[in-house]
């Protein structure tokens, strides 16, 4: 099988930079989602007691993956912490790329939560701290709703959801019934896409880890997808992720979005309510798991006081100091990481989503079953999985785009996948 470096070396984007050049000075690279651009505030007292300096890189997150797997893969020494999450943490800590995680015992680690401890460790280990944790559920306007008719309910079917989206679709009045995931990359339309091909049956691999984008589940299932997009989406769905649907959320122009459950806390209008995931019938994998986790890049000359400030930014009382910061508050802490963030009563004056969350987590299956005989929801934890999910990726763009069927964009990602796998030995 061919090295993990050769592997990520194939999609990875070469990068240059400097090194953090003192143990006072630490580079730390981020997704640009909203709780991580709230720490770049939440972090300026902790420069104040230690005197450490902070320097952020803040990227969209298909940049993000492309950069520190390639500086990590290298050895480059561009960050001394970055973000990475469950598809990478386990694999690189195997790999020797990101050190260890030990912590002092005021941080508590067993009170991470365990699906987001497990998903982040290999043999035990911890190799990345979860800044916030999340699965994946149906975010809808219950006014829209209500008026239009249409109820949403739990682990609803996939034709219960196309029509409700149908009803409340408004496009004249700039209201589109489903908002969902369009742009290409293995984190962004390929993570959506795969919780629905999970709940239609359809797998990445079969037992022999050989590619099934062929199978008639996965046809079904991206047809859904293109069709229920195509018909009551907005315009240009294509490129549309998280942080594109979340504003077009605010503005008050979707229906209903089915997306990571950290989106909750970021919702502006009041009439908002929850539910589980759809499944087309399949009882695992209609809603996927994910953290975005800190890690610290191996041989980084900063290793100490990064792993202080990660054990600060992970810890219960970086919550309280969300909490209790006058520009964010309750409302605004990371969630789906701590055991016990569940239990504040500031917390749960307000997190009206708190309860929807956590029953996602709970029931998001990524171990291996006799149907997906792999560890992952919506990725696969194998080194190769980030070349094939790009590629995938593009492929299911194009098919939402119009540019190609949905018959030939299954056939190219089929033909990219079988390419991969075989040149990696399996």
Excluded at 52 to 63: C, P, R, S, T
Excluded at 365 to 392: C, R
């Amino acid at each position: 099988m061919k090295s993990l470096f050769n592997t990520v070396a194939a999609v990875a984007v070469a990068t240059t930079g400097a090194t953090a050049v003192s143990a006072q000075d630490l580079t730390i690279a981020i997704v640009n989602n909203g709780h991580m651009i709230n720490m770049q505030k939440v972090a300026e007292a902790y420069t104040a007691e230690t005197g450490v300096n902070l320097n952020w890189v803040a990227l969209e997150e298909g940049v993000l993956r492309e950069q520190v797997t390639s500086d990590t893969a290298t050895g480059g020494g561009q960050y001394d912490i970055i973000n990475i999450g469950m598809q990478e943490a386990p694999i690189w800590g195997a790999a020797g790329w990101i050190e260890p995680l030990n912590f002092s015992a005021e941080y508590d680690v067993d009170d991470i939560l365990p699906a987001m401890r497990a998903g982040l460790s290999h043999n035990g280990t911890l190799y990345a701290a979860p800044f916030y944790g999340e699965s994946s559920m149906v975010m809808y306007r219950k006014d829209l709703a209500d008026a239009a008719g249409v109820k949403i309910r739990d682990n609803d079917s996939w034709a219960n959801v196309k029509g409700a989206a149908m009803a409340m679709h408004d496009p004249d009045n700039g209201v589109y019934g489903a908002c969902l995931r369009g742009k290409p990359g293995w984190g962004d339309n390929g993570a959506f896409i795969t919780t629905v091909a999970n709940s239609f049956g359809a797998r990445w691999f079969d037992e022999n880890m050989k590619p099934q984008l062929d199978s008639a589940a996965w046809n079904e299932a991206v047809n859904f997808y293109v069709d229920l997009l195509a018909n009551y989406g907005p315009p240009g769905s294509e490129g549309n992720s998280f942080n594109e649907i979340l504003a077009l959320y605010n503005q008050d122009k979707c229906g209903l979005w089915i997306d990571a459950t950290i989106a909750a806390s970021f919702l502006e209008n009041p009439n908002v309510a929850y539910a589980q995931s759809p499944n087309a019938g399949n009882p695992v994998g209609a809603n996927w798991l994910w953290a975005w986790a800190m890690a610290i890049p191996a041989g980084s000359p900063n290793a100490d006081a990064a792993r202080d400030f990660i054990e600060w930014a992970t810890s219960k009382d970086y919550v309280q100091a969300v909490g209790n910061h006058p520009d964010f508050g309750w409302g605004s802490v990371p969630t789906g990481q701590r055991a016990s963030t569940y239990e504040l009563p500031e917390f749960k004056a307000v997190a009206g989503f708190a309860a929807a969350e956590m029953a996602a987590i709970d029931s998001a299956a990524p171990e291996a079953t006799d149907l997906k005989p792999y560890v992952g929801v919506q990725f696969v934890a194998i080194p190769e999985f980030p070349e094939i999910g790009s590629a995938f990726g593009q492929e299911m763009a194009a098919a939402l785009s119009g540019a190609k069927s949905v018959e030939d964009a299954l056939a190219a990602a089929q033909a990219a996948a079988v390419s991969i796998m075989d040149e990696a030995g399996y």
